[in-house]
């Protein structure tokens, strides 16, 4: 279980095929801290820590994960969030996230307003009951609080803070990002669409 807060960000470096499965090598500071079989958040998808090397650790990704989220798409130097899985007894500062990415949305504005930078996302309709106005979805492992919410559209806004110490920085009109969303909405509408039938 997550927070989506990120702690630190870390670099790919590597990439290797093994049949439907894909190991990413990735370089960051909290590398050495790790051990294999942690689970850590790789822009907001829970991946296990396979082995250590000197400044990095190797995570792989299986197939249904690859089908759900931007992993396949990912570039050797790509800039990646990454956060450690929750401490019991940790404040909860961003909001409660499994790891556990649902799809893929599209940026399809980017307008920075003082400061700050506004991201318009284009994500699929058969979601749009669990993206509320003021509620919280998860962007590439970033605890965000959506606005201006429409059927299969919605907005958040990066503070300089949060924009300076993730890879949402590098995020352009067009690029694709991994979205989580809230949990409690997923249970509430399941346990309607399980009522209903």
């Known amino acids: 279980m997550f927070t989506g807060i990120v702690e630190t960000t870390g670099i790919l470096k590597s990439i290797e095929q093994e049949g439907g499965n894909i190991h990413f090598f ?36 299986v197939a249904e994960t690859l089908g759900k989220t931007n992993l396949s798409e990912w570039p050797v130097g790509r800039e990646i969030n990454l956060e450690r899985a929750m401490k019991l007894g940790d404040r909860l500062d961003g909001h409660l996230v499994q790891g556990h990415v649902d799809g893929m949305a ?5 307008t920075e307003t003082g400061g700050n930078c506004l991201l318009r996302f284009e994500f699929p309709e058969k979601f749009a009951a669990l993206v509320i106005e003021k509620g919280s979805v ?20 990066i503070i300089p803070y949060t924009l300076a110490h993730t890879s949402l920085k590098n995020l352009q009109v067009g690029g694709k990002v991994n979205l989580e969303y809230d949990l409690l909405g997923k249970y509430f509408l399941r346990q309607r669409e399980v009522q209903n039938h």
């Open 106 to 110: 599209v940026c399809r504005e980017r």
């Open 26 to 61: 990735v370089e960051s500071d909290i590398s050495h801290e790790l051990h294999p079989d942690q689970s850590v958040a790789h822009d907001g998808v829970c991946l296990t820590v396979t082995r250590l090397e000197p400044g990095g650790h190797w995570v792989t990704a």
């Open 138 to 157: 998860c962007v590439n492992g970033v605890s965000l609080t959506a606005f201006d919410v429409a059927l299969s559209q919605f907005s958040v806004t």
